[in-house]
C-alpha cells in the first residue's frame, strides 16, 4: 500500500542552523513520484520540488537541498542556514503513476527562531 | 493566467445541510483531487479523479460525494451524513505528459464551518 512517514511532527530550531525535514515513503510501484510543499500560516501549498522515481540524482536550490535514495526510501530535504521566513509546516508526498493517488504525509511544522 | 480555483473562501453550514464546494481549473489536467485539513494535522484524501467521468475513494470518503462531468470541474458535496465537516479543504489537479507528471497544483482552499 501507499504511505508517506514524516516522523518530526515538530522542529525548533535557531536562525542560521542547518535543519532536515525527514521523509519515508512506500509503494509497490516501480514509477512514481515525490513532491516536498511548504505550507505557510496563510494556508496554502507552494510546490518546492518534485522528483521521479528514476532520478536519484541530489539536488540543490540555494538554501534547499533534497536527498532521494531508493535504497532506503526516503526523501529528505535539508534547509541550510535556516531563516525565520522558512517557519512553515511542510509535507512530503508521494503519487503513483501517471495521475494517480497522490497522498502526503502529516507533515512537519518547522519552526524558526530569530 | 492557468490555475485552479476554489470557491468560496470562506462558508458556514448549519447542521444538517449539504453544501457543494467548487473546483475549478484551466490547465487541462486530468487528475484531481479533494483533501480535508483539519488543524495541526496532514492532508487526507476524500476523493480523486483520473478522468472525465470517472472517480476514486480516497481514505475518508464516508460522507463526501464528487462528480466529474468536465475536465475542468471537480466539485465536492459534503452531505448531512458528515459527521464533523468543520475543515480546510483544498483541491489539487496534476496533469502528465507522457510517463512524467507535472507537480500537484493546488487551490487557496475553502475553510468550512458548522454553525
Known amino acids: 500500500a501507499q504511505k508517506v512517514t514524516q516522523a518530526q511532527t515538530e522542529i525548533s530550531v535557531v536562525e542560521k542552523e542547518d535543519v532536515t525535514l525527514d521523509c519515508v515513503y512506500e509503494t509497490r510501484d516501480t514509477t512514481y513520484y515525490l513532491f516536498w510543499y511548504k505550507q505557510p500560516p496563510s494556508g496554502e501549498l507552494v510546490f518546492l520540488i518534485r522528483r521521479n522515481s528514476f532520478d536519484e540524482q541530489n539536488e540543490i536550490s540555494g538554501r534547499y537541498s533534497w536527498n532521494f535514495q531508493k535504497s532506503t526510501s526516503s526523501f529528505n530535504f535539508t534547509i541550510t542556514a535556516s531563516q525565520v521566513v522558512d517557519s512553515a509546516v511542510y509535507f512530503c508526498?508521494?503519487?503513483?503513476?501517471?495521475?494517480?493517488?497522490?497522498?502526503f504525509g502529516q507533515g512537519t511544522e518547522l519552526s524558526v527562531k530569530p | 493566467d492557468g490555475g485552479i480555483t476554489q470557491s468560496p473562501k470562506y462558508l458556514f453550514r448549519k447542521e444538517g445541510q449539504n453544501v457543494t464546494l467548487s473546483c475549478e481549473q484551466n490547465l487541462n489536467h486530468d487528475a484531481m483531487y479533494w483533501y480535508r485539513q483539519d488543524p495541526g494535522q496532514g492532508l487526507r484524501l476524500i476523493y480523486y479523479?483520473?478522468?472525465?467521468?470517472?472517480?476514486q475513494k480516497g481514505d475518508i470518503a464516508e460522507g463526501y460525494s464528487v462528480s466529474r462531468e468536465k475536465k475542468e470541474s471537480f466539485p465536492l458535496t459534503v452531505t448531512s451524513a458528515q459527521k464533523n465537516p468543520t475543515a480546510f479543504y483544498l483541491c489539487a489537479s496534476i496533469g502528465g505528459y507522457g510517463l512524467v507528471n507535472t507537480e500537484a497544483f493546488f487551490g487557496q482552499g475553502t475553510r468550512l464551518t458548522v454553525v
Open positions: 508526498a508521494l503519487s503513483e503513476g501517471q495521475g494517480g493517488k497522490l497522498i
Open positions: 479523479s483520473q478522468i472525465v467521468n470517472d472517480f
